[in-house]
């Protein structure tokens, strides 16, 4: 903790206190207590940590449930100092108490109140969908930023996130997926953008580094990437996904596998307009191989040209395959349950942009072309057909916001 009340019921803050010898002879004056439980707390002033309140062992504060580290502490403070200069008049760690809660950051931009988290440890889920919904119900408007250590990069644009770390997931203007992150050690915020499941943990994504001194807090709270997607790479990738799925040692226990195998089918044979990437494929925990094989499966494969498709239908057989447990719903605080029917509906123009389908109306489509199976020579020399329409799609769908 950065702040506490004195015996006389007193606001204390230690953002702008560096005097040792003065915090040293006011400990042995004064009293302080936590402004959410009214405990008493005791002053640290050691040499080589922040200088902070902590609550005494033994303490059932429920705001003291996550301990704070030196990265935690020196990050909320260099936020602090920054929404300082960009004259938003910040609050740092004020107690709301029509909620209960304690938020690390508070300030009014636009006329518009903002909280801001920032979470370098993992939290629960239910903690962290409480506590955002708990904020929007109340008119605030949360900004979650993860500690930069957090970010997992494993190779080029490809990055590991956790289920925790997937919560941080904000949609920005023209459905444009971010993670924001902020880095003490070096004085960075650090955005993950353009950001494309490939697997439960795996994510394709572009990343983005400005000095804070750099960052204005309009471009915080809006960021705008003109980058394109990168399909081919996401295709390549995709195509090493499936291959390393099929050698897997537990690959003859894999359920997809399975069912494929059931219906006559490999992982490697499948059409290539199964597994594509959507805009909104972020909301689904679901990779987009596996939620769009079972609608091939189930709906799209027996389909011949001419046939009708209704967008209904797709909606059920999802629907159906949710129920089974087959396909899973990433849960992120500022969505509700239903948005695959925005993925689903994304994917259904994506089909129609590379001719599989005709729209005849709203909810109604034809079968243009009939999905079949490549050979491998095919796959490639149709790398740069896919990728040129799954780009063209991301822009128009985004157009479309």
Partial sequence: MLIATTKN????????????????????????????CNEKVVLKLGTKRIFHFSHQRGSECRFQMEPETEYHLAGKLQLYYWLQQQHVNPLLEPYEKKIQQRPDLLFTYRNRTYV???????????????????????????????????????????????????????????????????????????????????????????????????????????????????AREWLASLQTYKKNMLHSPTAYKNPIIQELYQHGETLTSLPPEIGLPVPSAPLVYSPPIIWQIYLYLDLLKEKQINDLIYVQDVYEVFKRRLVKGDIKIRKIPFYSTSHYLEVIKEYIHLLEKVDVLKKLATDTFKVKRKIIALKEKERQFNDDYYETMINDHFISIRERS
């Fill in 116 to 230: 801001i988290e920032y979470q370098c440890s993992p939290i629960s889920e239910q903690l962290f969908m409480k506590r955002t919904k708990q904020y929007i119900l109340h008119g605030y408007n949360p900004i979650w930023v993860i500690g930069a250590k957090q970010i997992k990069r494993k190779s080029g644009r490809s990055y590991s996130l956790s289920n925790f770390q997937s919560m941080f997931l904000a949609e920005i203007l023209k459905k444009q997926w971010i993670i924001r992150s902020y880095c003490p050690d070096t004085a960075h915020f650090i955005t993950l953008h353009q950001i494309l499941p490939l697997s439960i943990r795996n994510v394709l994504a572009n990343i983005d580094i400005a000095k804070a001194s750099k960052m204005s807090i309009q471009t915080m709270l809006s960021p705008h990437f003109k980058a394109p997607p990168f």
């Fill in 9 to 36: 019921g007193l606001l204390f803050s230690l953002a702008n206190q560096k005097d040792r010898p003065f915090l040293l002879k006011l400990r042995q004056s004064e009293e302080f207590f936590c402004p959410c």
